[in-house]
Nanobody, 125 residues
Framework: QLVESGGGLVQTGGSLRLSCAAS????????MGWFRQAPGKEREFVAA????????YHTDSVKGRFTISRDNAKNTVYLQMNSLKPEDTAVYFC????????????????????WGQGTQVTVSS
């Protein structure tokens, strides 16, 4: 089970930190990702992190503003979001990839096996 938290309403330029708490499985066996979906749009990849946390991948639109991290002792993955823009408004989902071992992290939603329910992030202009 994956449970996201930390979403909310923030002004342009503000910051939020999303958390995703995992339970029921060995968290360190999974690569983790964050995706988002804005109203009327398809779900899009935001960032991913390897099982150990040593490898990360951020989509171009968030590079330099968002940072994915994880704490395997706490079974939690984070998404620190700075310099938020109105176009970052979306429901943010965390997801777990059970097949990843090494190499490039996946940005494809269908590569991820387990999903949380999402947390709303709204950035006002």
């Amino acid at each position: 089970q994956l449970v996201e938290s930390g979403g909310g309403l923030v002004q342009t330029g503000g910051s939020l930190r999303l958390s995703c708490a995992a339970s029921g499985r060995t968290f360190s066996n999974y690569a983790m990702g964050w995706f988002r979906q804005a109203p009327g749009k398809e779900r899009e990849f935001v960032a991913a992190i390897s099982r150990s946390g040593g490898n990360t991948y951020h989509t171009d639109s968030v590079k330099g503003r968002f940072t994915i991290s994880r704490d395997n002792a706490k079974n939690t993955v984070y998404l620190q979001m700075n310099s938020l823009k109105p176009e970052d408004t979306a429901v943010y989902f965390c997801a777990a990839d059970r097949t990843y071992i090494t190499g490039p992290l996946s940005d494809a939603a269908d590569e991820y096996n387990y999903w949380g329910q999402g947390t709303q992030v709204t950035v006002s202009s």
